[in-house]
């Protein structure tokens, strides 16, 4: 790895905030931003285009390998149904392994900020920096419904709260790469702050 090119990791469960957080601090520092849930999501929707079953490790891992990332931002991303089969196919060794070359491949100078869930702990353990956001499950669940609703998408708040504590047991709990704080991060809890006070803490740093 590039060791002398500086990271900031910012990972996080779903919903509490550290895409925009991510997106903002790297527009601060004129940095390059690495969003590995959208590479997740870009995988899970080339498998369900494609008709390969969520649990056919060697297929996803060989579309991994050969993943366009030259992307523009679709909607279909941004689906329930696309964030839960990224979950499913992220807890699979041989996926996560074929896409590590080519998230550590994004660390390019002046710097760059790396958004996802294991970007502390296993992509970028040497980052100067890394932060770890976390939300309860409710107030994540009403940011989610929000979204869709000024989307003009249709959703129950109950139903969304279910889907994220599923996502969120299957992230904690997988063997590959789980879902956590590394031993060095700042832990910021986002629950009852803003988008402004959470970035002001981590340029502060």
Known sequence: MSNNIPVITIDGASGVGKGTVSSRVAKHFSWHLLDSGAIYRILAL??????????????????????????????????????????KIAALAKVREALLARQRACRIAPGLIADGRDMGTVVFPDAQIKIFLTATAEERAQRRYKQLKEKGISAKLSDIVIDISERDERDRTRSIAPCRAADDALIIDTTKLSIDQVVAQIINL
């Open 46 to 87: 080339t498998a369900i285009k494609n008709n390969i079953p969520l649990d056919n490790e060697p297929s996803l891992a060989s579309f991994a390998i050969n993943l366009d990332l030259n992307f523009k931002p679709l909607e279909e991303l941004r689906t329930e149904q696309c964030a839960a089969a990224a979950s």
